[in-house]
């Protein structure tokens, strides 16, 4: 038998917890052998829990029980959970985690911690809650040079661009129904500006480039900017809006962002909605694949936690290896120098004014569309950078500019 602990009780440590009680014959029979818990470590009083005797509020207990081998962090946050993760890796305790944030601030020291003492580090539940990601990145894809990763990585904007598009609600009144919902914070910012997805992507970057590509690096945008004028007139040019997470390998370098983004109603991605995420990869060989399902939620997300829990039961005998290692120098392409199309709103001084500028500077076979006050386009794919200094000469006042999904 195996026995693990649990650090922190909240909505995943609880659900690790149902789905360990709930699954624990079928767990068993994957595992090869039973799991059991010996600990859940939470300061606050549960004597009502039906196993209240499982609890206890002193790390050490659990660091200093031989009988544990395997740990499953489900905090959230960066501390206490980094002091106490790297005290289970330190004694040799494999650690399992839904924590992108620590994840992505601290994977390469982590992962070397846990190579250091002959365990392990798990991280599947980390970036798509309840998607797989992770494994089939470093198993199924194993035989592909992955090209790109792009992906719809938080549920809370995926739910407001949808209600902004399909009953034409604003950004505001949507951000409030998720609110209401449950599905945002009461501070937000980590989902609309972006944030979240940005720590969900650098790790998906850092495991495709092999060190580690740091989130605060990354160009990121949140969605506060797009308005119903933006959803109209992208559907009228055959686009929806998704919050996209972006990795695109460039010859030694990667162009990772994190922006709105234009994306072609043909594309898997476009019909992606509500509060479900989905990851587009494309393999060198496969070409492109798609993963989708729920990217939070208490059981989906506790789903991938214990089949982490069962890998490391079912490799406990081999050796672990880190997926990516303190970078050696920048591999970041320049947000200035991504090459992409770019969609451009604004409010012209003339339609005629407009049209010229459009067909000089990016050719007369541009689409442009119209509504209320504003003129929409795209325009060909060129360096960020390169484009906007095109644009600084148009007539007109420029309202949004978002990258276009290749």
């Not at 894809?141 to 902004?164: D, K, Q, V």
């Not at 945008?221 to 055959?238: Q, R």
């Not at 939620?297 to 997926?323: E, H, M």
Request: hydrophobic share 40%; glycine share 8%; proline share 3%.
């Amino acid at each position: 038998m195996t026995k693990i602990a649990i650090i922190g009780y909240g909505v995943v440590g609880s659900g690790v917890y149902e789905v360990l009680r709930t699954n624990a014959s079928h767990i068993t029979e994957s595992a090869g052998k039973p799991i059991d818990i010996k600990y859940i470590l939470d300061i606050r009083d549960f004597s009502s829990h039906p196993e209240a005797n499982l609890f206890v509020n002193d790390v050490n207990m659990i660091a200093d029980d031989g009988e544990v081998s395997i740990v499953v962090e489900t905090m959230g946050g960066l501390e206490p959970a980094n002091s106490f993760t790297r005290l289970m890796l330190s004694r040799g305790k494999t650690v399992v985690t839904s924590n992108k944030e620590l994840v992505a601030t601290y994977g390469d020291e982590l992962f070397a911690l846990a190579c250091q003492n002959g365990c392990s580090y798990y991280y599947e539940a980390s970036v798509g809650g309840g998607i797989p990601i992770i494994r089939p990145l470093m198993n199924c894809l194993a035989a592909n040079e992955i090209e790109s990763i792009a992906g719809i990585l938080n549920g809370t904007t995926n739910y407001i661009l949808t209600r902004m598009f399909s009953e034409n609600v604003s950004f505001e009144s949507a951000l409030k129904e998720a609110q209401q919902k449950g599905y945002s914070e009461k501070d937000p910012t980590a989902d609309v500006g972006g944030f979240d997805t940005g720590k969900k992507i650098s790790i998906l970057s850092s495991m495709i480039n092999g060190h580690k590509i740091n989130h605060e690096d990354i160009h990121t945008e949140g969605i506060a900017s797009i308005t119903l004028a933006d959803t109209v007139l992208a559907a009228k040019l055959g686009y929806s809006i998704k919050l996209i997470g972006s990795c695109k390998k460039v010859s030694d370098k990667y162009a990772v962002v994190v922006a709105p983004m234009l994306v072609d109603k043909a594309s898997m991605l476009s019909d992606i909605s509500d509060v479900f995420n989905g990851i587009m990869v494309r393999g060198n060989m496969l070409g492109d694949a798609l993963f989708y399902g729920r990217g939070a939620g208490k059981l989906a997300t506790a789903s991938a936690v214990v089949a982490d829990v069962i890998d490391a039961v079912k490799n406990s005998a081999r050796p672990f290896r880190a997926p990516w290692t303190k970078a050696e120098k920048n591999v970041l392409v320049d947000y200035e120098n991504i090459i992409s199309a770019m969609y451009v709103r604004s409010k012209p001084q003339s339609k005629a004014s407009i049209d010229s500028f459009i067909a000089d500077n990016f050719g007369a076979d541009v689409k442009c569309e119209c509504a209320d006050d504003f003129t929409a386009f795209i325009t060909p794919a060129a360096p960020i950078g390169t484009l906007k200094e095109k644009l600084t000469k148009i007539p007109a006042e420029v309202c949004n500019m978002l990258m276009v999904l290749e």
